[in-house]
């Protein structure tokens, strides 16, 4: 199942200050855009996806700070290469703010079980995923704990990780 349109278009749209997301696993689901990459047909992620391009832009245009923080293991694998390649062309153009953390540098940091948006410091959408990578649902939750928490766990992931224009994947 992939990320519900309807629903972060919803919390995007009601953001008012911040965005932030992590991603925390080294491969999602393998769909076919990948499967197209892999075999060395590049596209452009503007003409696939652009609805998460102008969504991203008409909310930095308001504002907001929209950021995405991904703790990868090194050498990194496949799906991470092709997220990287990607980054640039489709997040960084859309308005996000894109850092990387080598895994090895996370062991000391405290940080949830799943991918996280968090939006405003007062909401988390929770990504949840099966084994293979295929996303089975979302979970948004309130609980001002579980907020702190997740806020907490990405301000010290972003503290650590380096910008994308400077990351260089092994």
């Known amino acids: 199942m992939a990320l519900s349109e309807t629903v972060i278009e919803e919390l995007f749209r009601s953001a008012r200050h911040s965005a932030r997301h992590l991603e925390m696993r080294d491969a999602y689901a393998l769909d ?4 197209q990459w892999t075999t060395g047909d ?3 992620p503007a003409e696939r996806w652009p609805w998460w391009i102008e969504l991203v832009s008409a909310t930095v245009a308001r504002g907001v700070s929209v950021q995405r923080a991904r703790i990868v293991s090194e050498p990194v694998s496949p799906y991470v290469r092709y997220e990287y390649e ?3 062309p489709h997040n960084v153009k859309a308005g996000e703010d894109v850092r990387w953390l080598p895994r090895t540098q996370a062991s000391a940091l405290a940080l949830p079980g799943n991918d996280f948006w968090l939006f405003d410091d007062e909401s988390v959408l ?3 995923f099966a084994g293979d990578g295929a996303m089975t649902g979302e979970e948004l939750v309130t609980d001002p704990a579980v907020v702190k928490l997740c806020a907490a766990a990405f301000a010290s992931v ?3 990780a380096v910008p994308h224009e400077r990351y260089q994947p092994l």
């Open 86 to 88: 990607l980054t640039g």
């Open 158 to 160: 972003w503290d650590r």
């Open 32 to 35: 076919e855009d990948y499967r």
């Open 126 to 128: 929770f990504n949840h």
């Open 42 to 44: 590049r596209f452009d």
